[in-house]
C-alpha cells in the first residue's frame, strides 16, 4: 500500500482549491496532479485543464483519458449537480474511481436548508427553531415573521452563491425580503424560504473528513466575512481566517462532537446516503454550547488557506482512504501551531471591481504561504482576475506570532486598488473580549 500512487483531478479554481493543492502535493503518494480549471497558484503544482467544473462531460473525459485514480471535488455546485452520481452511472468510468465528496443525496444538506433543518431535526441536532414556506403560502410566512422578535433571519432554500441569507432588525426588511425571495431574486433557489430565530453568539466552522461510518476532525477555524475591520459593512467571500479558534476546548469540541458530527454522519449512514467527503460545520457558539447555523458539503474558503497549515499527516492518504469507505486505520496529526490567513481583494470589491492589474511582489515572499484565488496569466504577467486575489498564510508558535508574519508581508505585494483588513485575528488574541 505505501508504495501506492493516485494520479489526481482537483476541480476549482480559488484560494481554497490552491491550499488542498498545496497540501496534496506534499504528499508521497501523489502520482499525476491535473487541476480544473486550476489558476497560476495552483498550475504551478498540478497541470492546468481549461474548462469549467459544470462541464461533467469535460470532466468525465479527463478522467478517463488520464487515467484519474482520485477526484477531489473543491466547491459545492458540482456536488449538489450531482457530479458523483454522474461519473459512477458512466460505463467508461472504471469502477473503484475514488471520489472526494458526496453523492447529491448527501450534498442536499448544502443544497436545501428546509432539507438540512429537517435532517438535523430528525437527529437531535442543535439548531436554530424555523420554519418552512413555499410561494404559495405568503401569508403563514407574514404570520409567522410577525410571531418574531428582531433580529429576523430569512433564507432562499437552494444554492444562492452565498447571498441567500437576510438579517434584518426591522419587520418591515424582513418582510421586503421574503417579498424579494419569492418575487424571484434568486431564481429557483427561492422556490421555498426558511425563517428562523435568530442566534446569538461567536462563528466558528468545524471541519470533518468521513467515509460515511468514522469522521477524522480537522482543525476549526474562524473567518471574518464582513469588508471593513471591526466587522463592519457588505458581506463577502472571507476577508481572512484564524486557526486554532481560542473557545474552542476540550470541553466545547467535546460537545460539538457528541451533540453534533457524530448524529450528523450517524442520521447519514442511517438514512443510507453513503455520504464520503468533507463536512463544514458552520456552528454558533450560543454561551458555551453549540448550534448549527448551516451545513456545507465541502471544505470552507478562506478557512482551508488556515487549516491546510496545521494538518501535519499525510492529507491525501486520509481522502482517499475516506473514498473508498475505509477511514477507520487514518490518524490525523494535527500541529499545535496557530495558522492566520489574511485575504488581498480588489479595490471596490465586493461591489463593482476591476480586473487585470499587475501584481507584483510575489517573488518576495518566500516566509510565508501564498495562495492565489483571483488571479490569471495574461502576455506572460500574473494579473488580478477576480475580486479575491491573494490569501497570505503564515504559522508561528502562537496567534500573535502567526499574525505578525501575515502582516509584516502584506504590503510587500501590490497592485492597483489592492486591500485587505488590518485585524484579522485581533479578537482571538483578546479573547474572551477586552481580556488584553
Ligand atoms: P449561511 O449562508 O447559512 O452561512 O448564513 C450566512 C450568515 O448569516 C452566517 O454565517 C451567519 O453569520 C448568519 N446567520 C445565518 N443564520 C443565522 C441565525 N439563525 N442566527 C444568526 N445569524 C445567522
Ligand atoms: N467561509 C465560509 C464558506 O466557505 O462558506
Not at 462541464?55 to 458523483?84: A, H, Q
Not at 410571531?147 to 424582513?174: F, H, Q
Not at 460537545?255 to 454522519?265: D, N, Q, S, W, Y
Request: proline letters at 5%; charged letters at 25%; a negative charge.
Amino acid at each position: 500500500m505505501t508504495d501506492m500512487k493516485y494520479n489526481v483531478l482537483l476541480l476549482g479554481s480559488g484560494g481554497r482549491e490552491h491550499a488542498l493543492a498545496w497540501k496534496i502535493a506534499q504528499s508521497p503518494m501523489l502520482g499525476e496532479f491535473y487541476a480544473l480549471p486550476g489558476n497560476p497558484g495552483i498550475n504551478s503544482l498540478a497541470k492546468g485543464i481549461e474548462g469549467k467544473v459544470s462541464d461533467f462531460e469535460l470532466i468525465r473525459r479527463t478522467v478517463v483519458e488520464k487515467n484519474i485514480d482520485m477526484v477531489i471535488c473543491g466547491p459545492e455546485d458540482p456536488l449538489v449537480g450531482g457530479l458523483r452520481d454522474f461519473l459512477e452511472s458512466c460505463p467508461d468510468v472504471r469502477e473503484g474511481l475514488l471520489f472526494v465528496g458526496p453523492g447529491k443525496d448527501g450534498a442536499r444538506l448544502e443544497g436545501s436548508k428546509d432539507f438540512a433543518k429537517e435532517f438535523m431535526s430528525r437527529h437531535g441536532i442543535p439548531t436554530a427553531a424555523y420554519r418552512t414556506f413555499t410561494a404559495g403560502q405568503k401569508d403563514e410566512a407574514l404570520d409567522f415573521l410577525h410571531s418574531l422578535r428582531p433580529p429576523y433571519v430569512v433564507k432562499a432554500d437552494g444554492l444562492a452563491a452565498g447571498k441567500g441569507v437576510i438579517i434584518s432588525e426591522s419587520l418591515d426588511e424582513a418582510k421586503e425580503s421574503l417579498e424579494h425571495i419569492f418575487g424571484g431574486q434568486f431564481g429557483s433557489a427561492g422556490s421555498k424560504v426558511v425563517i428562523e430565530e435568530y442566534l446569538d453568539g461567536v462563528e466558528v466552522s468545524f471541519f470533518v473528513l468521513t467515509d460515511g461510518h468514522e469522521y477524522l476532525l480537522l482543525p476549526e477555524a474562524k473567518d471574518y466575512k464582513r469588508i471593513w475591520d471591526g466587522d463592519k459593512g457588505l458581506n463577502t467571500g472571507g476577508m481572512g481566517s484564524v486557526s486554532p479558534v481560542p473557545f474552542c476546548d476540550g470541553e466545547f469540541v467535546e460537545k460539538v462532537r457528541g451533540r453534533i458530527i457524530e448524529p450528523t454522519v450517524k442520521g447519514l449512514e442511517m438514512e443510507g446516503m453513503d455520504y464520503r467527503g468533507f463536512i463544514f460545520f458552520g456552528l454558533m457558539n450560543c454561551g458555551g454550547d453549540p448550534y448549527v447555523i448551516e451545513y456545507n458539503v465541502r471544505m470552507g474558503d478562506p478557512e482551508t488557506e488556515s487549516v491546510m497549515l496545521r494538518i501535519d499527516s499525510d492529507l491525501l492518504a486520509h481522502m482517499a482512504a475516506a473514498a473508498r469507505g475505509n477511514l477507520s486505520a487514518e490518524a490525523i496529526k494535527v500541529s499545535g501551531r496557530a495558522a492566520v490567513t489574511a485575504i488581498i481583494v480588489s479595490g471596490g470589491y465586493p461591489e463593482k471591481y476591476a480586473k487585470g492589474y499587475p501584481v507584483s511582489g510575489l517573488e518576495a515572499l518566500t516566509d510565508i504561504t501564498v495562495f492565489h484565488a483571483g488571479t490569471a496569466m495574461k502576455d506572460g504577467r500574473l494579473v488580478t482576475s477576480g475580486g479575491r486575489v491573494l490569501a497570505l498564510s503564515a504559522t508561528g508558535e502562537t496567534l500573535p506570532d502567526a499574525r505578525d508574519r501575515v502582516y509584516s508581508r502584506v504590503d510587500t505585494v501590490s497592485f492597483e486598488g489592492a486591500f485587505h483588513r488590518s485585524d484579522i485575528a485581533l479578537d482571538m488574541i483578546n479573547w474572551p473580549a477586552g481580556k488584553r
